[in-house]
């Protein structure tokens, strides 16, 4: 798993990111993702921001991107709606 968060000042490059992100993960809050991953995922995602994005960054704008192993995802503590996301639900 992924979280990838992000600071980015302007607007228009702020939105492109977070719907370019959208199609990868779930947003966790306002500019943060959670981001179920493959090294395909990730590597699709570190080369957009390399080529797409980072020419529209301001020197003050940041991506943080932090890969949590299989037993670390397990350590995350969880609650409210958070507690249910990874919970199979089964409809009958």
Partial sequence: ????TYDISNNKT??????FLSKYGVR?????FRIKNSSRVLNNIINEIENRFQPLFGIGDSIYIFKLCENCDKKILRYGHASNEELEILFM
């Avoid at 702020?14 to 719907?19: A, I, W």
């Avoid at 966790?28 to 943060?32: E, I, L, T």
């Fill in 1 to 4: 798993m992924l979280i990838l």
């Fill in 28 to 32: 966790v809050q306002y500019s943060v």
């Fill in 14 to 19: 702020r939105t492109k990111f977070s719907k």
